[in-house]
């Protein structure tokens, strides 16, 4: 992770934010119950997770810089979709289908290629495995942590994410997102791309994911990968670090 993937890390002094996590580790060490309340300063799963990442989502208003490994939980692909229609800008670094696990092929490519009909522009990550867990609201807010946008990390694994608007932490995460997205990928989402991203996999892409080979026939062989250079933005931390 700290050489060949895009991470991010965020280092924090802050009294309160200590104590939760100290908290926390006690409480999963002991096997005791943990619960942060209602106005807790981090971002817990399986507590609080979904709610803090939706409701991040609503409060974006121009753009939203998105970079995970999975986008598959219906509750926040929907806040997404919600997203597009008021306007704000998507820009979505995700993983390529053939490095999706076969049972979530289906809800993994789903969910954007829903968002990329609605305007959303989805790529993938050039020379760095994708790894983070980040997002970027309107160049002034950012949400680092663990949490894949997927059922699994928001309802049966203790993830921990932390939601930063100082300006320096910012600043960092928009600079490493842009760069990141000036050197993406489109990612081809097409009938065509994806039976040729699947081609070697043991899976029946066709079959799976009722993918056509553009003859109106079904088929595990099919087309080019489109994929071409797109648009540009940025990444950081909070005391928080960009990795």
């Given at each position: 992770?700290?050489?060949?993937?895009?991470d991010?890390?965020?280092?924090?002094a802050h009294?309160?934010?200590?104590?939760?996590i100290?908290?926390?580790?006690d409480a999963?060490w002991?096997r005791?119950?943990?619960?942060?309340?209602e106005d807790?300063?981090?971002v817990w799963?399986?507590?609080?997770?979904?709610?803090?990442?939706?409701?991040f989502i609503?409060?974006?208003?121009e753009t939203?810089f998105l970079?995970n490994?999975r986008?598959q939980?219906?509750?926040?692909?929907?806040?997404?979709?919600r997203?597009t229609?008021?306007?704000?800008?998507?820009?979505?670094?995700?993983?390529?289908?053939?490095?999706l696990?076969?049972?979530?092929?289906v809800?993994?490519?789903?969910?954007?290629r829903?968002?990329q009909d609605l305007?959303?522009?989805?790529?993938?990550?050039?020379?760095?495995?994708?790894?983070?867990?980040m997002?970027l609201?309107?160049?002034?807010r950012?949400?680092?942590?663990?949490?894949?946008?997927a059922?699994?990390?928001?309802?049966?694994?203790?993830?921990?994410a932390?939601?930063?608007?100082?300006e320096a932490?910012?600043k960092r995460?928009?600079?490493?997102?842009?760069?990141d997205w000036?050197s993406?990928?489109a990612l081809?989402?097409s009938d065509?791309g994806?039976l040729?991203?699947?081609?070697?996999s043991?899976?029946?892409a066709a079959e799976?994911l009722?993918l056509s080979?553009?003859?109106?026939?079904?088929?595990?062989k099919g087309g080019?990968?489109g994929?071409?250079n797109?648009?540009?933005h940025?990444?950081?931390?909070?005391h928080?670090?960009g990795?």
């Amino acid at each position: 992770n700290l050489t060949v993937t895009r991470d991010y890390g965020v280092f924090t002094a802050h009294r309160h934010e200590v104590d939760e996590i100290v908290q926390c580790f006690d409480a999963d060490w002991n096997r005791e119950h943990f619960d942060p309340g209602e106005d807790s300063h981090l971002v817990w799963c399986n507590i609080n997770g979904r709610n803090r990442v939706a409701r991040f989502i609503d409060a974006a208003r121009e753009t939203l810089f998105l970079q995970n490994e999975r986008y598959q939980d219906e509750v926040i692909i929907e806040r997404l979709v919600r997203a597009t229609t008021r306007g704000v800008q998507l820009h979505v670094l995700a993983r390529p289908a053939h490095t999706l696990k076969t049972g979530k092929l289906v809800e993994g490519i789903e969910g954007l290629r829903i968002l990329q009909d609605l305007g959303a522009r989805i790529h993938k990550l050039h020379g760095l495995k994708l790894h983070a867990k980040m997002m970027l609201a309107d160049g002034k807010r950012a949400i680092i942590g663990s949490i894949n946008l997927a059922p699994g990390s928001f309802d049966s694994r203790r993830e921990l994410a932390i939601e930063v608007d100082d300006e320096a932490v910012v600043k960092r995460v928009r600079d490493v997102a842009h760069r990141d997205w000036s050197s993406s990928r489109a990612l081809d989402l097409s009938d065509e791309g994806l039976l040729a991203d699947l081609k070697e996999s043991e899976v029946d892409a066709a079959e799976v994911l009722a993918l056509s080979n553009g003859n109106g026939n079904e088929s595990r062989k099919g087309g080019h990968n489109g994929d071409h250079n797109g648009g540009s933005h940025n990444h950081g931390g909070h005391h928080h670090g960009g990795n």
